[in-house]
């Protein structure tokens, strides 16, 4: 039994294995391949996407039985990939955005539910 039923984390593959997370999800770009994605497979990650070639969202769904992430770590600062985390975590999941935030972008956090709370 795990930390997580599901957990999607970007770059921090290591961290989760620690805690047991379950399954670790770690997407990445074509430029990530040679290396970031080569290591996250190496230290365990089960599932390395491609996000300019597969969807994430239907890999998170399919691997957590439709439910959604418990854990969603973004750490990269895009603005795409810090609004996606709120399709990819599951209702009462937790987010954690450690990149790069934009204090003067609207990312529609304040407030939103989406049926989750």
């Not at 770690?26 to 290396?35: A, C, S």
């Not at 290591?39 to 969807?55: I, Q, S, T, W």
């Not at 975590?89 to 987010?95: A, D, L, T, Y």
Request: hydrophobic share 35%; charged share 30%; glycine share 12%.
């Amino acid at each position: 039994m795990g930390f997580a039923k599901a957990t999607f984390i970007n770059g921090k593959t290591q961290i989760a294995k620690a805690a047991e997370a379950s399954p670790i999800i770690i997407p990445g770009l074509t430029r990530d391949e040679k290396v970031r994605s080569k290591l996250a497979r190496e230290f365990g990650a089960d599932a390395v996407v491609n996000v300019e070639k597969e969807n994430l969202l239907e890999t998170v769904k399919k691997m957590t039985d439709g439910i959604g992430s418990d854990v969603v770590v973004e750490s990269t600062g895009s603005p795409r990939a810090v609004e996606d985390t709120l399709d990819l975590v599951r209702p009462g999941g937790r987010i954690l955005i450690s990149g790069g935030w934009d204090p003067r972008r609207d990312y529609g956090f304040i407030g939103y539910h989406k049926n989750y709370c």
